[in-house]
C-alpha cells in the first residue's frame, strides 16, 4: 500500500490551498452573514476545473483522480465549509452518477454542461422519507415518449441554482426499492419547480430548497440507468458522495485548527499565551491524531474508489470519523478562544455550525454504523 499522495494530488492541494486563501476565505464570513450563494467563487471553479473537476477530459472535465477530488474540498473547506459542499454536491452526486450510469447520449449532453458552468444536484430525501430513503412517494410514470413525476423532495443541495439533478422516483410501487428509478432532470422541464429554501444553522452558502413535480414531463432517454435499479444507483452514488463529505469534515476540523493555534499563540492569560499551557497542547495533539488518521481514511477510501474497488465500508468509515472529529474539534477550538469564540467576531462559532451537518447529510452517523456493522458482522 502506498502512503504518499503523488505529483499531481501534491499539485492539486498546493493550488486549492492557494485558490482557497485567495478567493474563498476572504469572503467565508460575509457568505455566511448575507446566507448568499457566492456564485463568483463557483464561477471561477468553474474555470479552474474543480466543478467537473473527476469528469474525463472528453467531456471537458479535469480527467483528476478520486484522491484530487476529495483534497479539492478538504482544503476549499477549510475556510469555506458551505463552499466545500456546493462542490461536493456537484461532483459527487450529480457528476458521479451521470459517469457512472449514464448512455453514451447522455454523458455526451450532461457531462460537458456541467464541466462549464450548469451546477448540479441530487434529489432524493422526501418529508417522509430520509434515513429511510426507500420510502420515497414521488412517481414517474411511463406515457409515450416520456415520464410524468408527481411529488417533492426536499432538503436539496444547490436546490435553487442547479440547472441539472438526478432525481429518483416510484416507477413501480408495487415493487418496494425495485420499483425506483433514476433521472435526468433539467430545470425548465414543464412541471419542475423550486419550492421552500431553507434557513438553517449553519452552512449558510449552500443553497438549501424544496423542489417540486407536478406533472413534470421528463423525456424517456433521460432515464439515468435501468428502470428498477434507482435504489441501487442512490446508495452507490451515497458511497462515492460520502468520501466528499469526509474531505469536507477533515477541511473544516483542519481550518478550525488552524485558527485556534494562532489565538492560543497571541492569547495572554497568567503572564503567557495559553498555547504554553499543557492542557491546550494535549489538545492539538489529540486533534492532529485524528485529523492524519481521517485523512488516511478519506484517500483510502477515495483510491480504492478510483481503483473500481468495492468501498462501501470503506467510505461509511471515513464518514463518520472525521464528522464527529470535526464536531469534537470545533467545539474544542471554540473553548480554547474562551468568550471571542461566541461572538461573530472570529470564524469558528460558523466552522463549529458548519461541522454540524457533516454528522446528518449523505447518511447520518447512526446509518454510517449500520452500514458498518452491516458489512462486519
Ligand atoms: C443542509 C442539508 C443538505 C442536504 N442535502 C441533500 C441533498 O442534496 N439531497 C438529498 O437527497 N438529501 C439531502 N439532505 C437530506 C439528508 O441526507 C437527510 O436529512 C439525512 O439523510 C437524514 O434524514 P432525515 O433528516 O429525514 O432524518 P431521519 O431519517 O428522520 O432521522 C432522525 C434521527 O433518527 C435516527 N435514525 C433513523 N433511523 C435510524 C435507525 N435505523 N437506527 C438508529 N437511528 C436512526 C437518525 O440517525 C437521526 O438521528 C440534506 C439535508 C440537509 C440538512
Known amino acids: 500500500m502506498d502512503f504518499n499522495l503523488t505529483r499531481e494530488q501534491e499539485l492539486v492541494r498546493k493550488m486549492?490551498?492557494?485558490?482557497?486563501?485567495?478567493?474563498?476565505?476572504?469572503?467565508?464570513?460575509?457568505?455566511?452573514?448575507?446566507?448568499?450563494?457566492?456564485?463568483?467563487?463557483?464561477?471561477?471553479?468553474?474555470?479552474?476545473?474543480?466543478?467537473?473537476m473527476v469528469v474525463p477530459k472528453e467531456y471537458?472535465?479535469?480527467?483528476?483522480?478520486?484522491?484530487?477530488?476529495?483534497?479539492?474540498?478538504?482544503?476549499?473547506?477549510?475556510?469555506?465549509?458551505?463552499t466545500g459542499d456546493i462542490v461536493a454536491t456537484h461532483n459527487g452526486l450529480c457528476c458521479g452518477p451521470i459517469m457512472k450510469h449514464g448512455t453514451p447520449e447522455q454523458k455526451a449532453k450532461y457531462l460537458p454542461m456541467l464541466t462549464s458552468g450548469h451546477v448540479g444536484a441530487f434529489a432524493l430525501t422526501e418529508p417522509n422519507a430520509g434515513s429511510d430513503a426507500s420510502k420515497g412517494t414521488t412517481t414517474a410514470v411511463l406515457d409515450g415518449d416520456h415520464y410524468v413525476l408527481n411529488g417533492s423532495k426536499i432538503f436539496i443541495t444547490n436546490g435553487y441554482v442547479a440547472d441539472i439533478f438526478v432525481v429518483f422516483a416510484m416507477t413501480d410501487p408495487s415493487k418496494g426499492t425495485k420499483g425506483i428509478s433514476a433521472f435526468i432532470v433539467e430545470k425548465d422541464f414543464p412541471g419542475f419547480s423550486v419550492g421552500k429554501h431553507e434557513e438553517k444553522m449553519g452552512l449558510h452558502g449552500s443553497p438549501t430548497a424544496e423542489i417540486v413535480f407536478t406533472d413534470c414531463i421528463v423525456p424517456k432517454e433521460n432515464l439515468l440507468g435501468v428502470a428498477g435499479k434507482g435504489f441501487s444507483i442512490a446508495m452507490q452514488t451515497l458511497d462515492g458522495g460520502r468520501i466528499g463529505i469526509a474531505a469536507q469534515a477533515l477541511g473544516i476540523a483542519e481550518g478550525a485548527m488552524a485558527k485556534a493555534m494562532e489565538f492560543t499563540k497571541s492569547r495572554v492569560q497568567f503572564g503567557k499565551p495559553i498555547s504554553k499551557f499543557q492542557n491546550t497542547q494535549f489538545k492539538f495533539a489529540d486533534?492532529?491524531?485524528?485529523?492524519?488518521?481521517?485523512?488516511?481514511?478519506?484517500?483510502?477510501?477515495?483510491?480504492?474508489?478510483?481503483?473500481?474497488?468495492?468501498?462501501?465500508?470503506?467510505?461509511?468509515?471515513?464518514?463518520?470519523?472525521?464528522?464527529?472529529?470535526?464536531?469534537?474539534?470545533?467545539?474544542?477550538?471554540?473553548?480554547?478562544?474562551?468568550?471571542?469564540?461566541?461572538?461573530?467576531?472570529?470564524?469558528i462559532e460558523r466552522m463549529m455550525r458548519d461541522a454540524k451537518i457533516t454528522e446528518i447529510y449523505e447518511g447520518t452517523s447512526e446509518v454510517q454504523r449500520i452500514v458498518i456493522s452491516g458489512n462486519i458482522l
Open 60 to 82: 471537458g472535465g479535469a480527467g483528476a483522480d478520486d484522491v484530487c477530488g476529495a483534497i479539492a474540498i478538504e482544503e476549499i473547506s477549510k475556510a469555506c465549509a458551505s
Open 287 to 347: 486533534m492532529q491524531v485524528a485529523i492524519t488518521a481521517g485523512q488516511y481514511l478519506t484517500y483510502a477510501a477515495a483510491a480504492k474508489k478510483g481503483e473500481g474497488k468495492r468501498f462501501t465500508l470503506d467510505a461509511a468509515m471515513a464518514k463518520l470519523f472525521t464528522s464527529e472529529n470535526a464536531m469534537k474539534i470545533t467545539t474544542e477550538c471554540l473553548q480554547m478562544f474562551g468568550g471571542y469564540g461566541y461572538t461573530k467576531d472570529y470564524p
Open 16 to 52: 486549492m490551498r492557494s485558490f482557497t486563501e485567495n478567493e474563498v476565505e476572504p469572503i467565508a464570513a460575509e457568505t455566511d452573514r448575507t446566507s448568499e450563494y457566492p456564485a463568483e467563487t463557483i464561477d471561477k471553479l468553474f474555470r479552474y476545473g474543480v466543478m467537473g
